[in-house]
């Protein structure tokens, strides 16, 4: 046995021991040689009158045997000897002295037996006090005696009990025996005038050492080390106890472990996970019934070796269930326990397919909301089963969070928009997921080429407002294109390469430079001018707006600050996007960056949209507040393409609207745009607001919004946007301005 399933194996006898734990039979008394009858009794070894004295208040006290675990093998003075002689002689009780087996010498081959002296050994019965230690030094095995040159020798606790057996076999020295409850008695007892205690007729008498100073101790599993004359004690209550159990090895263990397992492998009606467990619970079955079998006194066995075999197979049955699982697992999806997208693959590399549909929940987050996990996979389960036998093989695929796929049947690959359809009305009833009923919607994608294909597919049905759509590979160009101009786009912002324009505000009443609109231009290196209608929305859809609303923002008060020293008093729009307004980081960085400019706050305009500054009017409201509070000016731009009132826009904290160039640029040749810009102006000025009028395009236009009071006047006849150096000098130097004056 290993070393491991030798430690198993004492352990185990040790938890049985703990449990079957029981009390001495009384029949054996030790005698202790101790430490304090050393102590009194002065000096070692002692002279053989104390054993004589010790036979004889024994004898007195009406023992029945007698067994020194003392070495008597050498002489001691004549006197000393006779005088041991005589009191055994005299003894009524049976007298057992030890003999001892052992090697000739350290290297010899050969065994001698060391015998008390010739004169003791008349009168006494010889027994071998020989004990052999196991593979780990420890003595929990006990033998019914020894041979030595020809002469056996019953043990001591066979001559004592008169227990006898096979001199070649061995038994288990029974550890359930506590050694405290082993009646004991000093030594120095003996040597006292007193008398012994009551109790000591007919009992048989063990004397040994149990000092420390005078060795003797050996180890066993449960107790440790423990006195020569204790084991000795324990072997002989083991024989009076008949818990000398016939030992049947390893196999009955093994073959009752091995047929519960293997009758349960021949039902074929248990799971693997049922075999682990039913491997689990006969470990513990062995284990209890062994302790039943000892208890009742019949044999025992090792449990060991089947133990062993147990959790082999518990570790082996687990590996190949985790093996399994994981095979399995890499083909499953997650939420809905339906195939995954890598057992599609697997589908389509092992075999020809036609087409690839897909299904996209389009309103997922909706679902996410009204479900939980749980219903989410009766969802998607019965999603598959309404679809399923639309595909081949009648299989549906859970390929991502908000969609399925499968392969088409071939007999529909001819009608692609009937299949469709039918699909379509198959998904037009509300879907069960638990005990909630679930409307979604969905938009279906197909591709003869991958998965990924007809993914994007859907993804392109959805955007374009249609139920289904075959895969555009100029659609997927076109989104590839968008990625490579946001990332060249944030480069751009991060190095510097944008182009911050302005174009000039006049004051059309006091016929003067106003101040500028602040604009960005992109001059792409490859792609050349890049429109701002096409790159502000880009930035938009990735909520990277606010990047560039920063730069623009930073590079506006840069150049109003070196204008300030020219021509102090001029104002500077920029343009705020419709989602910033609900982002608190921005707001409060944007102000930030005003206070810290040397220009004044009020100096800054920030525009918003009509549209922005509607769809969400509480928010809207707080947060341009908080604008007009630190003194930064608030301007509604392109006011008129909205849906709100005068009236509606008096509620937000606004200084100044700016009319939409297109109801300016034709105001002069429609009347109702005419009207509508006249009226605006009159109620801007009686709201005490400001108003500003983009567009202009020629003279006519100009002098008609002087006329019916317009404040600023804005647009292509005025000037184009230009760059910072180009403004600077030519409106900030006021030579433009001179010009605009004198024409």
């Not at 859970?398 to 796929?405: E, F, G, T």
């Not at 597919?457 to 946001?486: M, T």
């Amino acid at each position: 046995m290993s070393d491991i399933g030798y430690d198993v194996e004492q352990r185990f006898g040790n938890v049985r021991a703990d449990i079957l734990e029981k009390p001495a039979s009384g029949q054996i008394v030790i005698v202790e040689i101790d430490a304090q009858s050393l102590h009194a009794l002065n000096h070692w070894p002692w002279p053989r009158e104390y054993y004589a004295r010790a036979l004889q208040k024994l004898n007195a006290a009406g023992a029945a045997q007698i067994a020194f675990d003392i070495d008597f093998s050498g002489y001691s003075t004549d006197d000393q000897d006779q005088i041991l002689v005589q009191a055994i002689a005299e003894s009524d009780a049976r007298v057992i002295l030890p003999t001892l087996r052992q090697r000739a010498s350290v290297f010899d081959e050969q065994f001698v037996e060391s015998l008390p002296i010739e004169a003791l050994r008349k009168n006494v019965w010889l027994a071998s006090v020989n004990i052999d230690p196991d593979q780990r030094g420890q003595l929990n095995q006990y033998s019914y005696g020894t041979t030595s040159a020809g002469i056996t020798r019953p043990s001591f606790a066979s001559m004592i009990t008169g227990i006898a057996g096979n001199m070649d076999e061995s038994f288990a020295i029974d550890q359930s025996i506590d050694p405290t409850s082993i009646p004991r008695i000093s030594f120095l007892e003996l040597m006292s005038e007193k008398p012994l205690p009551a109790g000591l007729q007919g009992k048989n008498i063990l004397i040994g050492t149990t000092a420390l100073e005078l060795g003797d101790r050996y180890p066993i599993s449960r107790f440790g080390m423990v006195p020569g004359v204790v084991i000795q004690a324990m072997a002989s209550e083991t024989l009076i106890q008949k818990t000398n159990f016939k030992d049947f090895g390893r196999l009955p263990g093994l073959i009752l472990a091995a047929s519960i397992l293997l009758a349960a492998i021949l039902t074929r009606k248990c799971s693997y996970q049922a075999l682990t467990t039913i491997a689990l619970v006969t470990i513990f079955a062995l284990m209890g019934l062994l302790i039943a079998i000892e208890y009742l006194g019949l044999f025992t066995y090792s449990n060991i070796v089947g133990l062993f075999f147990l959790l082999v197979y518990i570790v082996l049955q687990k590996f190949l269930m985790t093996n399994k699982a994981l095979k399995t697992s890499q083909y499953v999806n997650e939420v809905s326990r339906l195939p995954n997208e890598a057992a599609l693959l697997k589908r389509m590399s092992t075999r020809k397919f036609g087409y690839i549909a897909t299904a996209r929940i389009t309103d997922f987050t909706e679902v996410l909301v009204v479900s939980d996990p749980d219903s989410r996979i009766d969802l998607f389960r019965n999603l598959a089963s309404r679809l399923r036998f639309l595909a081949s093989d009648e299989k549906i695929y859970h390929v991502d969070s908000d969609m399925i796929a499968w392969i088409v049947k071939s007999e529909y690959a001819k009608d692609i928009p009937s299949y469709f359809d039918i699909a379509t009305a198959m998904l037009h009833a509300p879907v069960m997921a638990k005990d909630t009923r679930i409307k979604i919607n969905i938009t279906f994608g197909i591709s003869d080429k991958t998965v990924d294909k007809a993914k994007l597919a859907s993804g392109q049905a959805f955007a374009g407002g249609k139920k289904w759509a075959w895969y555009d590979e100029q659609v997927d160009h076109a989104i590839g294109q968008r990625l490579n101009l946001l990332i060249e786009l944030e480069q751009a912002i991060q190095d510097g390469n944008l182009d911050v324009v302005y174009q000039p505000k006049w004051n059309l009443s006091a016929n003067k430079l106003d101040g500028a609109e602040a604009l960005v231009r992109w001059s792409h290196p490859q792609r050349g001018e890049v429109s701002p209608e096409i790159f502000i929305p880009i930035l938009e859809r990735a909520g990277r707006i606010d990047l560039l609303t920063f730069y623009v923002l930073q590079q506006a008060l840069d150049d109003l600050s070196d204008w300030e020293k020219q021509r102090p008093g001029l104002t500077c729009s920029v343009n705020i996007a419709a989602n910033l307004l609900g982002d608190s980081k921005f707001v409060d960085k944007a102000i930030a960056m005003v206070e810290d400019s040397p220009a004044n706050n009020a100096q800054i305009v920030f525009e918003v949209t009509e549209t922005a500054a509607l769809a969400c009017p509480e928010q809207s409201v707080y947060t341009l507040n908080l604008i007009r509070n630190a003194g930064i000016r608030v301007s509604i731009d392109d006011y008129g393409t909205g849906q709100s009132t005068m009236s509606y826009l008096q509620r937000l904290p606004v200084n100044e609207i700016k009319l939409d160039k297109s109801f300016v640029k034709t105001m002069t040749t429609n009347n109702p745009n005419r009207v509508m810009v006249q009226s605006t102006i009159k109620m801007a000025h009686a709201l005490g607001l400001k108003i500003v009028a983009e567009g202009i395009e020629d003279q006519a236009c100009m002098d008609m919004l002087t006329r019916y009071g317009c404040d600023i006047g804005q647009g292509w006849y005025i000037s184009k946007p230009v760059k910072s150096d180009a403004f600077g000098a030519t409106w900030i130097d006021c030579g433009r301005e001179q010009a605009r004056l004198s024409a």
